[in-house]
């Protein structure tokens, strides 16, 4: 293949921007901030069920309190109306009386042991409460975190972007000057070896892959007419000789 010296050196310029472009490319997929995102969806995940969990054990132990003050309520009611018949002398039989007043004596014991459970069973839906509480604090906190890594993920990208989009201008520029068959060979050797698809030749050594020619091979390359391609012997990439290749 033939192409004019300065097409050739085109061909620098054109690899000089797709490695820039590639370089925008693997920042914008390995900005810090796509671990972070991760990192605080999960943490939010994780905290949105511990407060599910939190809310239904509180639903639980609130659900509970009511039987319990359900509970007393019964004991106290039926305590009460023992007393009322009592005081109201319609229980004539000294045996009846006796046995109201027994049954208001164990009632009064098991009210006490009830109003127990009723202020234990507060603790705890207190308890639950705070948690509640707190983990709907930190879930709320999550969310900021979330959306804030994505408020800076989201600004790199703008950055990055912005930046590329400058950069494929450029390109567009300098590749409709390059001859298509020049063009194809860069962007089939290119794909091949990992992004670089042409390299000067600098100072006796090929800048794709750093190996130093042979002062056999470098007088190979000089005797070249100038407008022929050379490919580079050990990495096949197009071997661009400038004015500064030193032969
Ligand atoms: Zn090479």
Do not use: W
């Not at 995940?45 to 239904?56: E, F, G, H, N």
């Not at 132990?61 to 003050?69: N, V």
């Not at 930190?138 to 790199?156: I, N, T, Y």
């Amino acid at each position: 293949m033939n192409a004019a010296p300065a097409d050739q050196i085109r061909l620098l310029d054109l690899q000089a921007i797709d490695s820039k472009l590639d370089q925008l490319a693997h920042r914008r997929r390995t900005l810090p901030e796509h671990a972070e995102i991760d990192k605080a969806t999960a943490d939010h995940t994780a905290l949105r069920d511990l407060v599910v969990a939190a809310q239904a054990q509180q639903g639980d132990t609130a659900r509970e309190l009511t039987k319990a003050e359900q509970d007393v309520d019964q004991v106290r009611t039926r305590f009460a109306r023992n007393q009322q018949r009592m005081e109201s002398g319609a229980v004539g039989s000294a045996k009846d009386l006796e046995n109201l007043q027994h049954e208001n004596e164990s009632l009064a014991k098991r009210q006490s042991a009830l109003e127990d459970v009723v202020l234990e069973v507060m603790e705890r839906l207190e308890s639950a409460q705070t948690r509640v509480t707190e983990l709907t604090a930190r879930l709320e906190h999550s969310d900021v975190v979330v959306k804030e890594a994505v408020g800076r993920r989201d600004a790199a990208f703008a950055e990055i972007d912005a930046e590329a989009a400058k950069v494929a201008r450029d390109r567009e520029a300098v590749a409709v000057v390059i001859p298509a068959d020049l063009l194809k060979l860069y962007t089939r050797l290119r794909e091949q070896q990992g992004g670089v698809g042409a390299a000067r030749l600098y100072q006796r050594r090929c800048e794709g892959c750093r190996v130093e020619f042979a002062i056999t091979d470098l007088n190979a390359i000089k005797a070249e007419p100038k407008d022929a391609v050379v490919r580079c012997e050990n990495c096949g990439r197009i071997l661009v000789r400038t004015a500064d290749s030193g032969i």
